[in-house]
Every structure is written in C-alpha cells, then in structure tokens.
C-alpha cells in the first residue's frame, strides 16, 4: 500500500506554530497530539521565526563581520599562519625520507636545516605517514 505525501497550509504551519509557542509544552507533545513528526514542527518553527534569508545550519557557525581593526589583526594572524605552513612545507619537499628515518637520521636533518629553519618548525613539522 502506498502511501500520500500530506501537504499542509502556511496558515495551518503559522497556527500550529503559534499553538506550540503559547502552550509551553515540549514541542515533541504538541507534534505528538496533532500527529506530526517532531522535525517537521521544528522546520515549521525556524521558518516562522526567520521567515527572511535562507535556512542556517544549526551546527555551523557564521562569523560576524570584523571591524576594521580586527581584520588587521586577523589578517597579520593568517600571514604568519600561512608563512609557517609554507615553511613546513619546504622542509617536507626538500627531503622527507630523514624524516621517516630513525630518530638518529631525523637528529641529523634538524641539525643540517636549523640554519635555514627554526628548530621549533622542524621538530613539530608532521610527515604524512605519521
């Protein structure tokens, strides 16, 4: 047997809305009563209460718009984040396999490339197989 999908009016959702809004239960009872699934009801609820814009995830986090002096600082932030990728980048093309070495091979790297990269960077720097 199949079964028909139910359509449901926008003032039949703004109703039911309203109904949950102003009885203070849980809204899985008042779904419950009027037979409908609790995700539904909770839908029905964002889009009244947002009715402008699309849907937000609720999992997902949007970040506010920074001012001006913020976005300096976000953006020094990014720079020195990005140098130091790039820098653990390098020491992973110019020569990995010291890396995956033994501790005495991997010693010797650091010592071979502090000159050209902090000590700090190379002993955090993370090789794919690890």
Not at 53 to 76: C, F, R
Request: some cysteine; charged content about 35%; overall charge positive.
């Amino acid at each position: 047997m199949m079964t028909t999908r139910r359509f449901f009016t926008d003032e039949f959702k703004q109703e039911t809305v309203a109904l949950l809004e102003s009885s203070g239960r849980p809204l899985e009872h008042v779904a419950k009563e009027l037979g409908i699934q609790p995700s539904i009801l909770r839908t029905w609820r964002r889009r009244v209460t947002r009715p402008e814009g699309p849907p937000q995830l609720p999992n997902k986090q949007v970040a506010a718009p920074l001012a001006t002096g913020d976005q300096s600082v976000e953006i020094a932030r990014l720079k020195r984040e990005l140098e130091r990728v790039r820098m653990e980048r390098d020491i992973l093309k110019k020569n990995n396999l010291h890396l995956l070495g033994a501790a005495e091979m991997r010693f010797r790297f650091i010592e071979d490339c502090r000159d050209e990269y902090p000590v700090r960077v190379l002993c955090n720097t993370k090789t794919r197989g690890s």
